[in-house]
């Protein structure tokens, strides 16, 4: 039931002692790529962050990653509403751009995709997305000291740091949830082309072009985080990331090889 | 011996090798619908509770959490002295709100146990209550700076921070516990409608309306106070969380669908 | 070999497939009370602080702890020359209060062994010591800014904060070790009447009357060290812990029922 | 095909199910020393390094660690490109001091391995080096405060502080990595004589005279970082190591018996 995508595909396997679902035709709203390597691995690949963001503390039970699908960039991968941690692959489900799922009567899915949603339709060049609530970016988020990049491999902040989108601007008397695509819009408006938008007192939200330079980023906003603040306190003057290093191809190859990525998803998709 | 409650319910199971005990017929003490599953259920999550936030190290040996039983508001669910990272079902006792053990010649109890009879007892819109030694809270204790909400999951510290009880105010040469019903009441006297306290270099006790926003709200206190401290020690203004936000019902209910307590539950409670 | 105490009690076991030892008669150096079963208790309880000291980061790997014997106080339990974390019943060897094992031709001890028994000679009252590189340890051993209570399980900083002793005082070129008596006494001696001399530069060594308390407070000495560190950084004024505090019998016993340490112990010693 | 340098010597072993490779005849570009037990015992302790610095977060994916060879001063021991955390003796390649490997038609190597080339050339008293991205690393290393030893275990930072190397003064529009003997060899000349230099906004590289004290400069080094953040943070004076501490030859053998490297090394080798 919580498997709907790779039900589909006739990938889900119920427990052994189960009656075996047959698998339902291919429905006619699945693309004709479903069953292409790319979609497999890309779930391989979105739960191994999952699970690797829990373990890390970035998605510690809230939050939330998802990733376009390789072989159709209309359509979003992400779990069902579930915890992070505990992600496997019958819990990845399909949306389009307005963050409706392609197979209907699937399972309940998190009130805040439309983070997601939105910030696929609005920016063609971000391939994954992930909403988290770590401790320095609600901390930057809530200063009047931007977020600018100490630390290269956090470059992605941008020069002047990311811009702050606070709920408050455009509603009061929310449930301070980016749960309709109203909401999910004016956030990605706020985040305009940055990949990064900080949430007033909420969190973050980042988009990369693909999963395991988004999993780096969010290690590495983190990071700068710490580092910054400690600067901040303990005074004295704070050497930036040059500008230069924003001006070519190579600012975000830092993570190219992927090597923290292979080590990251062994430890997580090894068999319990 | 130490499984007063499940005992008198007939759940209590010795080890294989023991003789078995006669369950004791259900003494009238018992509130009629003590073998309810909403108690089970209750005793569960309680014990859930324990390792959870032992693990996190909110409750590290010393601290405990309580829950009103779901089936009777005049009584109390909570372990017996133990620490929480070691606590099963059978070490679950019942207390009246008087913190008299509704089952005689139990095992011995928390001395500080007072603070959740106390806040049960003044404060009917409670039925969870956890007190804890952390970091944040006893540095805000022992602050001029308010603990004021920078972390809109911390909201229950309300908009002017949480008030601060000093048992020092009461009476000197204690041993600063609260180990009678006079410092309990006093204790929450200084609580008033506040859903935490903070007790001078000692810690603080907080009360919510279910143990799964207690674990909640004990996180985002925490995570609140690293946020406030870096703000504060790294200079500039601060955006508390907006007043608008504690002017609906909907204003504590960003963990709506415990998805972080369902990973935490599962991880705690898994066979050995 | 390396099990000169137990080995003399007839209690080492070697590996299954050794050709095992002959019990070696127990020589007159031993106290007559070394088969008390209150022995067999302590080197049990020193095993688990040591294992617990390590995992908690605050013996990483040097650092060390000791206990005086329960069966004569002139004579210092203490593991052979090994990580804490590694130590296990066969590896504690028994030192009279020169630092002296008292069974000759033993395992290679602590080059500065010499912090705890310059402790135990100068101060009867104290039980168990320990020696650590924690890093708020460090901080306050090279600040202008004393170590003062903040935390109440943290008293037995007493007052003004712990004394500092800088080895430089008394000898230059030295390897900063404390490897001799002289620099033992020197030490023991900038301790005067405190539980708690913080070393500059180097770290701490802490006394007390119990085991259990000292691990307690060597934990609380650090969370002290964190609060402190917090509240100067983000200013403003600081309620120290109350003068009264001091003041009574009961001012450390605040751990009382040891129920961390019954967790602690239980999570060290289960078997592998 | 990972295991070069171990296949030469004729010590891979491939999976059981797999066909055995015949061990190759030992290349004439490998040094007549080669199945010289110290080699095998320093193939040994630098896979224990990797996997320690991996698990204490020091180089959780990227980053890496090198020995210069015990049988061959002109000769580098390191991991093929591979996160330390999963390094295996079969991983080791050896490199000639321009970085070449010895044995050609080896696996993919670290894109940043002239850090270490250039410094073991520039340096024959260092035997182990280390690149990372720790946190205080970066901290400092954009700092205008120097990082100065408070901690006696980091004196290698020196009286002043390492030196500061910035990339930017050499060249702009790179990756920023240290990718070319050209880069390397300019940030060794930045580090002259100094055991540690920081790197702008990217991390830091250490050499030390064996392995064992380069994982434990490695730790003192990020203690120290948040040691003097948190007295630069809190105010009031600071008292550095004294200057008495670097004048002899004791003053980096405060890891002499390396017993934390034998708990550290036990824990990462057993057998899973």
Redesign the interface.
Known sequence: MACALLAALGLAAGPAHAAPAPAPAAPAALPAGSLDPRLIGAIDDLVAANRVL?KEGIL???GHVSMRSPTNPQRILISR??????VGATDIVELDLDCNPTIPGGP?LY?ERFIHCSIYKARPDINAVLHA?T??A??F?????PMK?????ARILGPNGPPIF?I?KIA??????INTREFGDAMAKAMGKSNVVLM???GMSVGETSIVRLVRAAEAIE?NG?????????????????E??Y??D??R?????A??????K??VMRAP
């Open positions: 829990a510690p039970g809230y509403s579930l915890a992070p941690g505990l309940p009130l609530h401790t320095y609600i901390a988020s809530a200063s009047g000291t990049p100490v630390v290269r491999a606070d408050h009061l008397h929310t449930n301070l949830l007033t007192g909420h990071q710490v580092v910054l603040t400690a600067l901040k306190a303990a005074g004295g003057p704070i050497s930036y990331v040059n230069d290093d001006s070519d190579l600012s190859a830092v993570n190219g090889e090597r923290e990525w292979k080590a990251q062994a430890e």
